[in-house]
C-alpha cells in the first residue's frame, strides 16, 4: 500500500483493481482520518468551490442511460424544451454569479451536438465567459473539431461522466460504447479544455465495481479537474427505480477512495444531495468533497435549496472558494443572496 499521506505523494496512474479495494476495505475511521489528511495537503478544507448548472435543452434525449429521466424512451413526465436562447442563458448565469457561483456549467440532452448546434453553444460560452465565469459544458459526445471550437470560444471544462466501472457498464447503457466516452475525453484534453468527469453510485453496482469506476477515473492520462460523484437519484419512469439504496457510509467510503487516488482534483457532491441529511454530508467534506452544485434543481432532478446550503455552509464553518482573475477576485460569498430560481442539473 502506497503512503498516501505527504503532499510530494506523485500523482499515479497506476492504480490497480486490489489496490482500490485495500482502500474500500480499511476501516471507516481510518479511510476518513487518510483521506482528510490528504485533502488538507493539497487544499484549505474549509473552502468548497461552488458550481451551478443550467440546463439548456431539457429532455428528449435518444440515448438509454438507465437512470436518466431525460431519455425520451422513459416516460418520467420530463417535457423536452429546445435550446434556450443565449439571452435567457445570459440572464441565469449573472443570477448565478450574483448567488455566489463561480463556474456555470451548461447542459444539454443530446447524445452529441450536431455541427450546426456548435454555434450557438459557442455564444452562449462568449457570453458567460464575459461574466467573468468559469465556464463548463457538458452536451454529450464530442468529435475532435466541436471540442476544439468550444475551446476557441472559451469553454473552461468540458464534463462527460464515465457514469460507471466498464465491466458494470452494458447494465445502464446501450446506446454508446464506454470506448465512445474515452474517446470524448481525449478530444477534450487535445483541445486543452479541464476535464470534469466522475460517475453514479447506487445504480445495483457492487463495492468491486465502484472501486472500478475509480480505478478507471484515476489511470485516465490525466485525473480529471473535478471529479462528480453522483449518487443515484430513483427517478419513477426510468429502469433504475426501485433499485436498493447504497448504505450512506459507502457513498462516503466512495468520496474518500476518491480523494486518495485522485489528490489534486475537485471532488464534487452532485446529484442526490437533496436527499443526503447535512450530517451525511458534513461526512462527505471531512472525506475530502470539496465542489458541490448549487442551486435549486439538478437537471431535472432536485437539489438541496440555497437556503439550507447557506447555512450548512454557516454551521460547519464552510466558505466558498472563490476564482481568482486577471481582472480580480470573482465573486462574493453565497451569503445574503437570494436563492437561485429553480432550473440547474447534474447528469
Ligand atoms: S444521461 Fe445524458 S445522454 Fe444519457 S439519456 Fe440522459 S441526457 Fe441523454
Given amino acids: ?169 452494458n447494465e445502464i447503457i446501450r446506446t454508446r460504447e464506454f470506448q465512445d466516452r474515452l474517446d470524448t475525453l481525449e478530444h477534450v484534453r487535445d483541445a486543452g479544455m479541464k476535464t470534469c468527469c466522475g460517475g453514479i453510485v447506487g445504480m445495483g453496482e457492487s463495492r468491486e465495481q465502484r472501486a472500478g469506476l475509480l480505478q478507471t477515473l484515476a489511470n485516465l492520462p490525466a485525473h480529471p479537474d473535478s471529479v462528480p460523484i453522483n449518487r443515484l437519484v430513483q427517478v419513477e419512469g426510468t429502469p433504475l427505480a426501485g433499485t436498493t439504496e447504497l448504505d450512506p457510509f459507502e457513498f462516503v467510503r466512495t468520496i474518500a477512495v476518491a480523494r486518495l487516488m485522485m489528490p489534486k482534483s475537485m471532488v464534487r457532491l452532485s446529484a442526490g444531495r437533496e436527499s443526503m441529511s447535512d450530517e451525511l454530508q458534513a461526512l462527505c467534506f471531512l472525506a475530502g468533497a470539496n465542489s458541490i452544485f448549487y442551486g435549486e434543481k439538478l437537471l431535472t432532478t432536485g437539489n438541496p435549496d440555497t437556503e439550507r446550503d447557506l447555512a450548512l455552509f454557516a454551521r460547519l464553518g464552510l466558505r466558498p472558494m472563490q476564482v481568482v482573475e486577471t481582472a480580480g477576485t470573482v465573486h462574493a460569498s453565497i451569503e445574503d443572496h437570494e436563492a437561485l430560481p429553480a432550473h440547474t442539473c447534474a447528469a
Avoid at 431519455?71 to 443565449?86: C, E, I, P
Avoid at 441565469?92 to 448546434?117: E, I, L, V, Y
Avoid at 460560452?125 to 454529450?140: N, Q
Wanted: aromatic share 8%; net charge neutral; charged share 25%.
Fill in 1 to 169: 500500500m502506497p503512503n498516501m499521506s505527504p503532499e510530494s505523494t506523485p500523482l499515479r496512474h497506476d492504480w490497480s483493481r486490489a489496490e482500490v479495494r485495500a482502500l474500500f476495505d480499511l476501516s471507516f475511521p481510518e479511510l476518513l482520518h487518510r483521506a482528510a489528511s490528504v485533502h488538507k495537503a493539497h487544499f484549505d478544507p474549509a473552502e468548497v468551490q461552488v458550481s451551478t448548472l443550467l440546463s439548456v435543452k431539457t429532455g428528449g434525449c435518444p440515448e438509454d442511460c438507465a437512470y436518466c429521466p431525460q431519455a425520451q424512451r422513459y416516460h418520467t413526465g420530463v417535457d423536452a424544451t429546445k435550446l434556450m436562447s443565449t439571452e435567457a442563458v445570459l440572464e441565469k448565469a449573472k443570477q448565478a454569479k450574483a448567488a455566489g457561483a463561480s463556474r456555470f456549467c451548461m447542459g444539454a440532452a443530446w447524445r452529441s451536438p450536431k455541427d450546426r448546434d456548435i454555434p450557438k453553444v459557442a455564444a452562449m460560452i462568449r457570453e458567460v465567459k464575459s461574466l467573468g465565469l468559469e465556464t463548463c459544458a457538458t452536451l454529450g459526445m464530442l468529435s475532435g473539431e466541436q471540442a476544439q471550437k468550444l475551446k476557441a470560444a472559451g469553454l473552461d471544462y468540458y464534463n462527460h461522466n464515465l457514469d460507471t466501472a466498464p465491466e458494470f457498464y
